[in-house]
């Protein structure tokens, strides 16, 4: 059964170091959806793919973080610098189309120290 | 602004007892709501949504607009039914925000 993948699943990182994150969604999925959980917390999106287009990324903050899917296909979640208030699981989800299911990865825990 | 509430971190019932999970929502459009479930060591999973009003694993939950809840039910609780539940809304064309999730435990 096709599931989303994601590397690395854990990542322990000093404050101000650069970070990246993959996701390669389920093969034929269009969209592609980054999260960040804290702990305590739900799932908050940070970013949504249309194919290689950004269709919402209100909830990224830009100063640090970007996000890419090149070729419409994988995805890479950047943190540049690094703070510790970015330690959290990062969620990766891939739906086939408009009210589809979303389809989650195992994450990758980040530990900023 | 929209938001889903699920008021209990965590619930605890033993084996056969009735489950209610609680979810209350903030949301000014028509609301599309969806329970999410993680088990222990696997990946968060779609549970069930309103729109299909169907029953998963035995769960069923029901939109009340006039409440603005869409609590999730189970009469008969199994063990196997140990996880965290998430409540999710989507707002805005496939955009979800959860609540921050519901522990239950299920004992023999």
């Known amino acids: 059964e096709a599931e989303v993948a994601q590397s690395p699943r854990y990542k322990i990182t000093e404050k101000s170091q650069a970070v990246a994150f993959w996701c390669d969604p389920i093969?034929?999925?269009?969209?592609l959806y980054w999260y960040r959980q804290i702990l305590g917390q739900g799932p908050e999106l940070l970013v949504q793919?249309?194919?290689?287009?950004?269709?919402?990324d209100s909830q990224l903050p830009k100063d640090r973080f970007s996000a890419e899917r090149l070729k419409g296909v994988d995805s890479t979640l950047k943190i540049q610098p690094a703070e510790l208030g970015d330690s959290a699981m990062y969620l990766c989800?891939?739906?086939?189309?408009?009210?589809?299911?979303?389809?989650f990865g195992p994450g990758t825990r980040l530990t900023v120290t | 602004a929209q938001r889903v509430t699920q008021p209990e971190k965590l619930l605890s019932v033993f084996k056969g007892a009735p489950v209610e999970l609680k979810c209350n929502y903030s949301?000014?459009?028509?609301?599309?709501l969806f329970w999410y479930v993680q088990y222990s060591r696997q990946r968060l999973q779609l549970l069930l949504r309103?729109?299909s009003r169907e029953s998963i694993k035995g769960f069923t939950a029901d939109l009340n607009k006039g409440e603005t809840s869409f609590h999730l039910k189970k009469p008969f609780a199994q063990e196997e039914d140990s996880a965290m539940y998430y409540c999710?809304?989507?707002?805005?064309?496939?955009?979800?925000?959860f609540g921050t999730g519901t522990r239950l435990q299920v004992f023999p």
């Open positions: 989800a891939s739906s086939g189309g408009l009210a589809d299911e979303q389809y």
């Open positions: 093969s034929g999925h269009a969209t």
């Open positions: 793919f249309q194919d290689e287009s950004v269709v919402d």
């Open positions: 949301y000014s459009g028509s609301p599309e």
């Open positions: 309103h729109i």
């Open positions: 999710a809304l989507d707002y805005n064309t496939d955009k979800l925000i």
